[in-house]
């Protein structure tokens, strides 16, 4: 009897936006905005002056759109990385190194390697997938072979991934000559630039097509773990470890494969960085972030890839406006915290998932018995 | 010239093992009760806020101390709220926290100190007190061994007393059995909300003590970099030390005499201070695979508990 029920109401449109997870990730967005107003205001801020100036300083014109999706691309990457490892039952607390790692290899290929254009782009992203891929590969086979949690070994990861980066700037061929603490500048070939001028005139300077690698990297994922026997395994193994080997599937060695895919798009969104926006790497002088703000876009898009690419977006969008805060004079911490509060309902929407579904539940049944 | 090197590198190793003790400690009365905390560096860094805006403005370090600690508990009290109480995902609502508290640190002293991202300097008369600092004299093996910040020998003290607590009391047993076995605890009449609340927000509390540390002792100055990574090691260091506050300890010290050695490899030596910087990372992971081997992680760990009705 309930068991019927249940089916009818999934049919219906109504119950289809209760059981997902999109309304209440959209509550969560709301909740955190409301947050971030009472503080703004608290601390005698103008809410909506600040509100104000993070919609028109993105969406104000097409070059600040054209900036916020170029912001995007990397976190919407290493988003990926991180949701992939989510779907796989591993916790890729490491994006952060893989990303770093990612940077170095493109930059590297970028500056050294004279080929052109059509070669070169795919060349410096391609080193990068292969440098995060197995960065992450080490930890994968630390935890496989001798037991070693990842956690542990990814925190410890990302710090060498880090020196690592700034001892590869201070080396004499790589520092770039003259004052400042960076390499040198990639090859123009190896630029993720658009370069026709009609459409710079549009799209502003700054315009770059990395974006389409998220897109297209988002589109694989999706397409690898919903549609291919690869895809299948990981999940299984990510659901059930146990099971997944009861069926037959190999649980260490699919592992690994998530962890090495799973690195190779934080590398893939160094390279994008890098590529479409920083052209060198500066010495660090603490972490970047990009991994850790992937877990958020992986969080915010409910670990589905092509979630992570709108989750990206926004929080690209929100770190670009968050830039331009200072304008207004709003500390742009105003985003971490709007972002933190977002995170945290949706850690807890489930609650307000079964409020709802229960009160809902409960009106279909009062309304059957006046029928 | 030897034993005076020795001296100043026992100094450094115990001047940068306390904070990552601190919360190290924390860390484990979460983890052994079953929620997973990610959100240590979180709470470190407003701990690391509140303890320097109150040195500011109270001038007592150790009232400041205390309401560092204070400001770790709320936060980890807001995790408790959401993994206990809500069953939340751990790992989700840690990851929240690392957003929010030290957004909300950098937002506070951007809104009290006139727009800027930094505090004013902790005078030195605000500062947390050392100890046994004239007994010998200055410069001599011994001054350097024990002319130490007083919270490094609470935080050994602190380890004794936690161990203590862990298991030889009714409460660290439960706590113990709680992160464990939840279900056959409740059966017992055990009430594991409320011992995972108190383990919780007893992480919170030490991590805030963990990152006042900083700003009351060794950097004397909140800045919104002053804690960056060193939560994430307090939880590495937890795990390395197999969850348990002696092995914490061990592992603690030795990140702390790694980054001894490079603060004073760096200030004497020609090889590149980013490779000195990588030895504490390199040398845990090779400890862990020739020496310490699998920890075995608390078998509710990260799995929400809910009592059934």
Redesign the interface.
Known sequence: MSNTKAKDSKSSFGAKVLHGNLLYTLISIAVGFIVGAILLQAAGISAGEAYGKLITGTLGKPKFIVWSIVYASPIILTGLSVAFSFQTGVFNIGAEGQYVVGTLAACIVGVFVKVPAVIHVPLCLIAAALAGGLWSMVVAVLKVKRGINEVLSFIMFNWIAYYLSNYIVNIPAVHKEGNGEATKDILDSAKMLVTSESLQDVLGSGASYNIFVAVLAAIVIAFILNRTTLGYKLKAVGFNRHAAEYGGISANKEIMTAMSISGALAGMGGACQLMGMGMRISQFSSQEGFGFQGITVALIGSTNPIGCIFAGLFYGAMKYGGTKLSLVNAPSEIVDIIMGTIIFFIAISHVFKRLLLSHTGKKAKSEGGTK | MFVRNLGLLINATMTYTPPLLLAALGSCFSERSGVVN?GIEGMMTIGAFVGAAMALTCGNPWIAFLVGGLAGALFGL?HAI?CVS????Q???G??????????A??LC??IYD?SSDTPAVDISMKLPKVFNDIFPVGSFWNNVLSNYSVAYLSLVLVAVIWFVFYKTKFGMRLRAVGEAPEACDTLGINVYKIRYICVILSGFLAGLGGAYITLATVSQFR??VI??QG??A??AV??GKFKPQGALLACLLFGFCNGVKVLATSSNTV?P??I??I???V??LA??LFV???R?PAANGKPFQKAK
């Open positions: 990610i807001l959401a809500f069953q939340a995902d790992t989700i609502s990851t929240a926290i690392n957003f929010l508290a030290p957004g909300l950098v937002f951007k809104a727009g919104p970099i960056v990574g994430f090691m939880i590495a795990i390395f590149s980013n490779l910087s990588m504490p990372y390199i845990t992971i862990l695979v081997g699998t920890a992680v």
